[in-house]
């Protein structure tokens, strides 16, 4: 679905409150059916099909932020109780341009927002090459470059990660900001997604093949879902944590 520079494919449930966000300017919306096994084909089709090569992928239950040089120490959410409804599309405009603009310098290839809870006072305005995930854009042209072998397709959970190795391998950064954040407004795995699919069981097996293809820079840790759903509710699961500066860039 089209709203401004963005494009979005939903569950079919989601569209018509996306519509009603977007001020009922959706240009187009293609629905991706709730038996679907493999997300990450859809943001696949989204890069190979990007208009000027740009892409910027955003999850549905997300709020964002702002840091206020000067007035607060952490980001401030972007709602009325804060903010003018003005102010508030001013700022949503400025990340997304920021987004946007970000993926035109030559090194970079992946842009993100940085996550709420890991957004502390004094931090720089922007980071470069580490964990990003939610809201982020992608350089489609750096992406598809013939030395690139590791595709988002192929790996149904734990895309985002396997495409930041993918770019870290080819050289180019990933740019994380500090200037806005998002939150979650709900718990992972709440329904929707790839939690049709998503179970402890293949989130293991996922992890431990991404090990396996990237044993030097992966690393596996147990995760206690407090603040997860459905299959994962009250359970351990193993996820991996990315050494992004042990990536080295291929030789050319």
Known sequence: MYVGRLLYIVIQESWLLINEIGGGK???????DKGCKNLAEVR????????????????????FSVRLLGQYKTPRVLNTDN????????????????LWNTLDRKTVAI???????????????????????????LDTRKYYRPENTIFM???PIKEDFATGIAIRKMGYDICVTNCWSFD??????????CSNYRTVEFMNSETLRMVEAFPDIIQVKKRNNKNWHGDFEGKESLDVVVKWSKIKPIKK
Do not use: C
């Open 26 to 32: 959706v240009l187009s919306i293609q629905e991706y």
């Open 44 to 63: 696949e089709w989204l890069a190979y099909n990007a208009p000027k090569h740009k892409v910027i992928y955003m999850d549905d239950n997300v709020s």
């Open 83 to 98: 903010f003018t409804e003005q102010e508030i599309r001013d700022h949503q405009v400025r990340m997304f341009n920021w």
């Open 111 to 137: 842009a993100g927002i940085s996550f709420r809870p890991f957004n502390r006072e004094e931090m720089p305005d922007e980071e470069i090459n580490k964990r990003f995930f939610a809201v982020w854009g």
């Open 153 to 155: 397709s192929d790996w």
């Open 184 to 193: 979650k407004m709900t718990g992972s795995n709440s329904s929707g997604g």
